[in-house]
């Protein structure tokens, strides 16, 4: 007793006793002969003769086009090896066969088997249902188990085509034979090594569910646990889902044909009697496994589906396990194909029948191969390849105490060949959640990556783009690159439009520069005031405070050119920043430079010669406007031969920031002969200064000086190389630059005059000292 062969059967019987209770053929009977192939191809021949035999032989004819048999049509088989050999055998004949199993891509060929027709659709769209399943999933490393028959051979070469299509890539590929022998054992054992040392996750099993038993067998044996797909030929096969130990073997997904709910075949299932005087173990069996678990069966008087009362005494261990036993497959969808094409052979009406009943089989084919009808909301026909166009119910095996039940968990339909999920979030058995499990032989490539071949295609390391490209989907082949205008950094998966750099207003950094700035143009005015307040003090007398104030304008446009560096650069911002700090630091340092000069021809001896060529060299107005003049000629031929411009320079592959910045000249030799110059007049007041380290005690103004240009002169050697080697920090490097040399200057030049005349602190003037030292000679 086999219960999917023995409901396929009533099935059919079923919508036979329908169609005569209709009247859909009016003065027609419909009547069948039943034979078991047991899966062998001999077996059906051997069945075929039978029912075709006149007086218990078949007659050998030149042509068979008015060979008119009473049976004018075959429904079978389960497996396509029998199907193929059936078709061979009828084409002869002209006698149509229709299956609802026989799913081989081959049965397609009308030239080799113009017979054939069936219920189903072809292998090779099974194939493409089990690729997409696949990269729904995101599985793209699995392996392939397939017997060695016409069905596993033609359903291996189709998958292989069509999993690569969909980026699927086989880890193994096994054969396994259907026959029995000496060999079948040792060809398990070494297919189920084969799953157990391989990464593949995912299993795929073209196989009969004998075959699928005995590996799976192997596998409770071994405690390996896999995701298993399932093809058609077991996808409900209750041989493999009530075996003991099922639960050990993982996660099993499957497609079967689609099935229907029937109410009248349930009743007919309910009601199932044997005939009046005759005998059938299998309704007995039947009713005993669906039955006998019911309690109404155990009363005096049971319903008439109840098993005899002397079989309730063998419960059988299957039990209440039977699950919608009313599911029919496309069994009786044949029966009412034939029915129709019977209808139009037959010319029939609401009463009669016109046409010959006696035909030959081969005009029956000739109407099927054209039918058209319309059942259970759907057209149904046969195609050009003698297939249906439906598709596949896509199966979860669930976990249903010691055993498995098959739940619908989605479906996929031919017309758009997508795999639709009814439901969502089931549990996985291997994960324990409703996270699917992976099947990769490499992680996959994120967005931002791209995939780098190794040797399989779906095997490989991921590499980041490089700046300028980007990917936005997993597992992508190349980078894209950006559009004009946009740019992305190494690894990303868009591009933007590259921000720009400049020293904006808004911004924490420059606002910190500009206040410093604004507070140091204050500061010099607070001093100015006072340095007028106390003009008449000994401290001012010997600042010289005419002298102080000219250095305090060339501070004031120091500190203003600090603002010129804000903002978006413009030429003239750029031109204006350099030539007021050019200008007002040459000013103030030349100041500075004619006081060292002064104090080194007050205190150092020279002969009276030298002396009197010395003092006559000194002319403060003359000296600085001289230094002066220098500078604005350097300046005149720096912006007339190599002006300063606004550059937005290129950035770094690796930064999404474009840098404007003021350009000091496209040779800097303007730029550098300019600070040059500053730096040369600096170090001179220097030496002078340093030369009259040894004055008295109280005359202290060349200490101020050596600080002061100690303090400038190590700010711009430093700024040099941060300048030369961080040139996108140059704008803001060069205006702190400004600022604490601007500062230093005030700090050692004017603050220490301003606590000496507040505090009124006593101090000789420098005419005072050099009396003094005078006298002491």
Not at 710 to 722: D, Q
Request: hydrophobic share 40%.
């Amino acid at each position: 007793f086999d219960l999917e062969s023995f409901m396929t059967s009533l099935s059919a019987i079923h919508e036979i006793e329908v169609i005569n209770a209709a009247g859909l053929l009016p003065g027609v009977r419909l009547g069948y002969v039943m034979c078991d192939t047991c899966s062998h191809a001999s077996k059906a021949l051997q069945s075929v003769e039978h029912m075709l035999a006149i007086n218990h032989s078949l007659t050998d004819m030149c042509s068979y086009i008015d060979f008119r048999p009473r049976v004018k049509i075959f429904l079978g088989a389960l497996h396509s090896e029998v199907a193929i050999t059936l078709s061979r055998l009828l084409s002869v004949y002209m006698i149509p066969l229709i299956s609802s199993a026989s799913s081989s891509p081959q049965l397609s060929d009308k030239l080799r088997y113009p017979v054939f027709l069936r219920t189903v659709p072809s292998d090779k769209h099974q194939t493409k249902a089990l690729a997409k399943l696949m990269n729904h999933y995101g599985w793209n490393w699995v392996g392939l188990v397939y017997e060695d028959g016409e069905y596993g051979i033609g359903s291996f070469e189709s998958f292989l085509s069509d999993a690569a299509e969909s980026n699927v890539c086989l880890a193994y590929q096994e054969m396994l034979s259907n026959h029995e022998n000496s060999n079948s054992l040792k060809d398990i054992k070494r297919i189920s090594q084969q799953i157990i040392s391989s990464s593949a996750q995912v299993v795929v099993l073209i196989l009969r569910a004998e075959l699928v038993k005995e590996v799976f067998k192997e596998m409770i044996r071994t405690n390996t646990t896999r995701t298993w797909i399932s093809t058609n030929a077991w996808s409900q096969s209750s041989l493999v889902s009530m075996m003991e130990g099922i639960n050990m073997v993982g996660d099993i997904l499957g497609l079967t044909f689609i099935s229907r709910k029937s109410q009248s075949f349930d009743n007919y299932l309910r009601n199932l009697t044997v005939t009046p005087g005759g005998y059938n173990s299998f309704i007995a069996d039947y009713k005993n496994l669906r039955f006998n678990c019911t309690p109404e069966c155990f009363l005096n008087n049971p319903p008439p589906h109840c098993p005899p009362p002397q079989s309730l005494k063998f419960k059988s261990p299957n039990a209440c396990n039977l699950k919608n036993p009313h599911d029919q497959n496309d069994d009786y969808l044949a029966v009412w194909a034939v029915a129709f094409a019977l209808q139009k052979l037959l010319k029939c009406n609401s009463s009669v029948c016109l046409g010959e009943i006696n035909f030959p089989p081969w005009k029956l084919l000739k109407e099927l191969k054209t039918i058209q009808f319309d059942f259970g909301n759907q057209t149904l026909f046969f195609d050009q390849n003698g297939d249906f166009v439906t598709g596949y119910d896509l199966i979860q095996w669930e976990v249903d105490g010691n055993h498995r039940r098959y739940q619908k968990i989605g479906k996929y339909t031919l017309l758009d060949k997508q795999v639709k999920l009814t439901v969502q979030n089931f549990t996985w058995i291997s994960t324990g959640n409703t996270t699917p499990p992976q099947s990769r032989c490499s992680e996959s490539c994120p967005p931002g990556s791209i995939k780098k071949i190794l040797n399989a295609s779906c095997c490989y390391t991921c590499t980041l783009c490089p700046g300028g490209t980007y990917s936005v989907l997993t597992d992508l082949a190349d980078c894209k690159t950006c559009p004009n205008g946009t740019w992305s950094l190494q690894g990303s998966n868009h591009c933007e439009p590259r921000r720009e750099f400049y020293l904006k207003w808004s911004d924490p950094y420059p606002i910190t520069l500009t206040t410093v700035a604004a507070f140091g143009i204050l500061l010099l005015i607070v001093i100015l005031i006072i340095f007028l307040v106390h003009r008449d003090s000994p401290p001012m007398k010997r600042a010289e405070v005419r002298l102080s104030s000219v250095m305090m304008v060339g501070l004031t446009v120091s500190f203003a050119s600090v603002i010129c560096f804000m903002g978006k650069p413009t030429v003239y911002q750029c031109c204006a920043q350099q030539l007021m700090y050019a200008m007002g630091f040459t000013l103030c340092v030349s100041c500075i430079l004619v006081k060292a000069f002064r104090i080194f021809l007050a205190f150092l001896p020279f002969g009276q010669m030298t002396n009197r060529r010395l003092h006559k060299l000194y002319k403060p107005p003359l000296l600085i406007v001289i230094m002066i003049a220098l500078q604005v000629i350097i300046c005149l031929l720096w912006m007339i031969f190599d002006a300063p411009f606004v550059e937005a320079s290129p950035p770094s592959p690796q930064s999404m920031i474009k840098i404007i910045k003021c350009r000091e000249g496209a040779t800097y030799f303007g730029y550098g002969i300019m600070l040059g110059y500053i730096g040369l007049l600096a170090f001179i007041g220097f030496l002078l200064a340093f030369k009259g380290r040894k004055i008295p005690h109280e005359f202290s103004e060349t200490g101020y000086i050596i600080f002061s240009m100690l303090i400038y002169l190590f700010v711009w050697v430093c700024f040099i190389p941060v300048y030369i080697t961080n040139s996108e920090e140059g704008t803001l490097v060069q205006a702190s630059a400004i600022l604490v040399s601007t500062y230093g200057i005030i700090f050692c030049h004017f603050l220490p005059k301003c606590y000496e005349a507040l505090r009124k602190i006593k101090t000789d003037s420098l005419d005072t000292v050099l009396n003094r030292n005078s006298s002491l000679t």
